[in-house]
C-alpha cells in the first residue's frame, strides 16, 4: 500500500473543480478496469475495489461542495 500515492484530504478540498474532474475520470477508469479484471479472474486484493468506489464518493462530494459554493 506504500506505494499508492494519495493526496491528502487537505489537498483536494484545495483543487480546482477542473483537476477534480480529472481525478474523477481517473478515478472512474481505475474502476471499470478493476471491475473487469475482477470479472475476468478474482483480484488478489477485492479491497481495492472498495478503495476505488470510495474515492469516487469523495471526488463527487468536494466537486458538489464546490459548485453549491458558487
Given at each position: ?25 481517473a478515478a472512474l477508469a481505475q474502476r471499470a478496469r478493476l471491475e ?14 472498495r478503495h476505488a468506489r470510495r474515492e469516487i464518493a469523495r471526488l ?11
Open positions: 500500500m506504500a506505494d499508492k500515492k494519495k493526496a491528502p484530504v487537505q489537498d483536494k478540498a484545495a483543487m480546482t473543480v477542473a483537476e477534480l474532474n480529472v481525478e474523477l475520470r473487469f479484471t475482477h470479472k475476468v479472474a478474482p483480484l488478489k486484493n477485492p479491497l481495492e475495489l463527487k462530494t468536494y466537486l458538489h461542495m464546490k459548485e453549491a459554493a458558487k
